[in-house]
Structure formats: structure tokens, C-alpha cells
């Protein structure tokens, strides 16, 4: 009875530390960028010059009122794929301890969270008989992508703060020329880069904290079911089956099967479009966006092929 007492004391406590954190919460400062910066270490801590041109094009250059912070979730190992990644790859391995550190001194991090490299490694399976792609590098990114907003939502609790935008980038994309101050982009619409070729650039976005919750979610799209009439539709995809239903049972867009051809891939940036779609978050293709991607300048980019706004 005695520690039945104790507890109810101290749930009484608790409760009372929940309400008063609450009510002082009530009304969060709004104000600052939140940038979260997603994807494999490598050239982010092996080439010097990667951290410095992201702290000038993006953090600095998008300002913030001095209220941003940088929120890191990274991939550390799993040296894979062709010759130039493996290389990059075992260099980062190499890389002492103070080459991260340096990097992350020059971002000015927040928060660094590190995970063990998952690309290659099967991703979830669910009961449908159609819809997600199981790519599973697709499906691993974007899981990196809500772990850091759930950073920010840590830091936001903690500090009774609400960002006015969260950034979405990778550890080696910088941009050709810094981008404008945050008060040039939507208030109301997900800003992307303007890429030939695809439906929805994945890769950055520019997001207003009132879509946050959507757009850093879109991991779930991995295991929304679809019948592939929507992907037929939204993406241009399966246009060589006369119908969905030809489709086998249980052979999901994406898997490597003989009856699951490439042209059958629903691949990140589809998935990331209809996502944003089903939920009613409109999209601005920037096309002044202009960016390195591993050192390398792009040439410049034509209309999207298809739809380029949710």
C-alpha cells in the first residue's frame, strides 16, 4: 500500500510537470529554418569543401532570423555499387574522426544521428497485392528523412520553438549559387528543384512547417496500397499492360522478379508525388535552383516530363 502511495504521488507530479510544460507551450515562438540533412556520410566528410559550400548556399544563404538549426541523420559504411562509389566509400571509412567533427563544426549540427548504412538490405514487406515499391534505397532514405524530423519535433518540444520551414537535403548536394532568403519561397507550397526526367525531385525541398508532418512522413507511401491504374495515371507508368489486373498476385512495382520488368518500377520520386497528392500539398518547381551534386555542375534542365505540381 505504502508503494502504491509513492506511485500515486509521483504519477500526481508527473502529471502536474506535463500540464505546466504544456500550458508554457501553449503559443511556441515561431520563427527560424530547421535543416535537415539526409543520406550517406562519404563525400560529406571526405572532401572539405562539400560542408562549407552547404553552410554557404543553403543554411546561411536561407538566413532564418538566426533561429535555424541543422539536424544531421547519416549513413556511415556499406561500400557498394560501382567503382567511384566503392572508392568513396572506403575513403570515408578512412577518414579520421576529426575529419567528421570538422564537418559538422562547419554546418554548425544541432543534432547528429548516425546509422549503420541499410541501402541493399530488403525493406519491409506488407500485404498488398500491388502498390509500394520495394527499392529498397528508396524506402531507407526516407525513413532517414522522418528520423530527422523526429529530431525536430524533439527540439521544438524542448525548446518550445516552431521552425517556420524545414529544409529537406542530402550531405552532398550543394547548389551553383546560394539560394535567396527563406521569405522568397511558399508559404503555402513544398518547394523542389526543377529536374528533367522525373515526375517530383526527391532529393531537396523547401518545406513550410504546416506540410512538415506530410512531407516527412512519406515513408508511409512505402506502405499506402495502390492499384496501379494510380501510378498508370500520376506517373506514366505500366503503359505496356492493357490492364492492372494482368499484374501477378503478390509481385509488387519494384521487386526484381522476371515478371516485374523495369518498366513496372515505381520508383522514390512517384511515390513521393502521389503522397503529396493524396494529401493535398501543393508543389513549386524552382526553376532558378541550380546545384552541384558530388562536385559535379548538372547542365541545365528542361520542362519535367510530366506533372510537375501535386
Not at 508527473?14 to 500550458?23: F, G, Q, V
Not at 549503420?116 to 524506402?139: D, K, N, V
Not at 546560394?178 to 523542389?192: E, F, K, M, N, W
Request: overall charge positive; hydrophobic content about 40%; proline content about 5%.
Amino acid at each position: 500500500a505504502e508503494g502504491g502511495s509513492v506511485s500515486h504521488a509521483c504519477h500526481h507530479v508527473a502529471l502536474r510537470s506535463l500540464m505546466s510544460h504544456m500550458h508554457a507551450c501553449s503559443a511556441p515562438a515561431a520563427g527560424g529554418v530547421a535543416h535537415c540533412i539526409v543520406g550517406d556520410a562519404r563525400d560529406f566528410i571526405t572532401n572539405p569543401t562539400v560542408a562549407d559550400g552547404i553552410r554557404s548556399s543553403q543554411i546561411d544563404a536561407l538566413g532564418g532570423d538566426g533561429a535555424s538549426r541543422v539536424f544531421l541523420v547519416l549513413g556511415i559504411g556499406g561500400c557498394h555499387g560501382n567503382e567511384r562509389d566503392a572508392t568513396r566509400c572506403e575513403r570515408q571509412l578512412q577518414a579520421p574522426v576529426s575529419a567528421m567533427a570538422r564537418a559538422l563544426a562547419i554546418v554548425n549540427a544541432t543534432h547528429t544521428e548516425l546509422q549503420p548504412h541499410r541501402i541493399g538490405i530488403a525493406a519491409p514487406t506488407h500485404g498488398c497485392t500491388l502498390g509500394s515499391s520495394r527499392a529498397s534505397s528508396g524506402y531507407w532514405q526516407w525513413e532517414k528523412v522522418q528520423a530527422c524530423f523526429e529530431l525536430v519535433l524533439a527540439h521544438e518540444a524542448k525548446y518550445c520553438a516552431r521552425f517556420s520551414h524545414i529544409v529537406r537535403s542530402r550531405p552532398d548536394l550543394t547548389f551553383g549559387r546560394p539560394l535567396q532568403d527563406i521569405r522568397h519561397y511558399s508559404q503555402t507550397a513544398v518547394t523542389v528543384l526543377h529536374r528533367r526526367g522525373a515526375w517530383l525531385d526527391d532529393r531537396f525541398a523547401i518545406v513550410p512547417r504546416a506540410l512538415a508532418d506530410v512531407y516527412f512522413r512519406t515513408v508511409q507511401s512505402y506502405f499506402t496500397c495502390r492499384d496501379c491504374g494510380v501510378y498508370r495515371s500520376a506517373c506514366n507508368l505500366f503503359q505496356s499492360l492493357d490492364n492492372c489486373a494482368s499484374l501477378p498476385l503478390r509481385v509488387l512495382p519494384g521487386s526484381r522478379s522476371p515478371a516485374s520488368p523495369r518498366s513496372h518500377h515505381v520508383g522514390s520520386e512517384c511515390l513521393l508525388g502521389v503522397w503529396l497528392q493524396e494529401h493535398t500539398v501543393q508543389v513549386d518547381v524552382d526553376k532558378a535552383m541550380s546545384f552541384d551534386h558530388r562536385g559535379a555542375s548538372l547542365p541545365k534542365v528542361d520542362e519535367p516530363r510530366a506533372r510537375a505540381r501535386a
